[in-house]
């Protein structure tokens, strides 16, 4: 196992920077995560580590040794990638055995490898087809297969159930992060789905625009987001952003929001950064119809039903208040309808505060990293 240190790593196509001042450590085994929207550095910076991209500056270390400049072939490893790339004129056991063969392995521990990774992955019964008579997740656990068959040092993983539909992508996420686990090789994943994200990863890393906002855990970039755009990157629905005004009143920070003024502990704030306008994040469950809220939600507001969709167990009910709209989160099938009027409550400590010129967290525990 090896863990993975980026080291001030700049990556530039002529005047355009893909990556900059990029400083992060993978510890030993980790399932770290990348995650962004598309085109911001998450899969360039995964090639970079491949060794398929070098770095314009910086230093790219696998435990302790420099392979900024390695090639890909000497760098022991695997990648797979969003196509399966399986070569159709092979078996499945003539597409494991490829590598292997071209490496000139003994034929006893070719076959070996192959029975080993065949029965991780449940290929045993599949050795003889070709790619054409597999399914897509099938196809999938063979690609899976072929970059696990060398023993990698780290294990890359760039977007690969994006061509599978919605049932087979939740089975072969689990059965990638168990693969993960059984193995403890570390691995990296990108990916632009943050429920893939917030399910897999050990830790996550959330880029934008060629940085890293944050890296946290699930839970911690769920309840603590360094920023806005964190916070309404992680979670869906995605979370709501309303503005406020607030002030200071003795050992409390006061918030007005929707005509509505209430207290906040002045110890969740970083007061010194304080500013007169700022931007409130609250989480769709976080905000409760007044007829199923728990007591402890004290906080009401008062809008229009616009639109609701019903999942089955839940409906998101997108609410009119004072020209915001607000997502929130009703009981399955609640007896709502489009055009009512209804009152919403919330418990003043779920809430995020957010800087509305600069959208840094104004929470004196979140953790920036830019």
């Known amino acids: 196992m090896t863990s993975v240190t980026f080291a001030n790593v700049w990556k ?21 995560v990348f995650v962004g929207p598309s085109g911001c550095g998450k899969t360039t910076t995964l090639r970079m580590l491949a060794g398929l991209e070098t770095p314009t500056y910086g230093k790219i270390l696998l435990g302790d040794e420099d392979v900024t400049l390695t090639q890909p072939g000497r760098r022991n490893i695997s990648m797979v990638f969003q196509s399966y790339a399986l070569y159709p004129h092979m078996t499945v056991r003539q597409n494991l055995a490829f590598g292997p063969e071209i ?3 003994a034929k006893s ?21 070709y790619p054409s008579e597999l399914s897509g997740g099938q196809r999938q656990r063979v690609a899976l297969a072929r970059s696990m068959i060398r023993r990698p040092r780290i294990f890359l993983l760039d977007e690969p159930l994006s061509n599978l539909d919605a049932s087979l992508r939740n089975h072969m996420r689990t059965e990638i992060a168990e693969l993960q686990r059984q193995l403890g090789v570390t691995a990296v994943y990108v990916t632009h789905d943050q429920v893939e994200a917030m399910t897999m990863g050990h830790r ?8 890293i906002l944050q890296v946290a855990t699930p839970a911690e970039l769920y309840r603590a ?15 709501n952003i309303l503005p406020a005004k607030v002030g200071l009143d003795g050992d409390a920070v006061t918030v007005r929001c929707f005509g509505t003024t209430f207290s906040v502990e002045g110890r969740h704030f970083a007061r010194d950064r304080l500013s ?7 989480r ?3 905000i409760q119809w007044v007829k199923d809220a728990p007591s402890r939600c004290t906080e009401k507001i008062t809008g229009k039903v616009t639109s609701l969709e019903t999942t089955g167990s839940d409906t998101f009910v997108l609410v009119d208040v004072e020209g915001t709209d607000v997502n929130c989160k009703f009981p399955s099938f609640a007896p709502v309808k489009r055009g009512d009027t209804v009152d919403l409550v919330f418990d003043p400590t779920d809430l995020h505060f957010f800087d509305a010129e600069t959208g840094a967290s104004l929470k004196a525990t979140s ?3 830019n």
């Open 276 to 282: 007169d306008k700022i931007e409130l994040g609250i």
């Open 109 to 129: 521990d070719i076959t070996a490898s192959i029975d080993r990774v065949s029965s991780l992955v449940g290929l045993q019964a599949l050795l003889n087809r």
């Open 103 to 105: 490496r000139h392995e």
């Open 204 to 211: 996550i890393a959330v880029f934008d625009h060629g940085r």
């Open 284 to 286: 769709p469950d976080e």
């Open 225 to 239: 987001p360094a920023n806005k755009i964190v916070g309404m990157f992680i979670g869906s629905p995605r979370m």
């Open 367 to 369: 953790t920036n990293y």
């Open 12 to 32: 530039q196509f002529g005047d355009y920077t893909a990556i900059g001042d990029l400083n992060l450590e993978i510890r030993d085994g980790e399932f770290m």
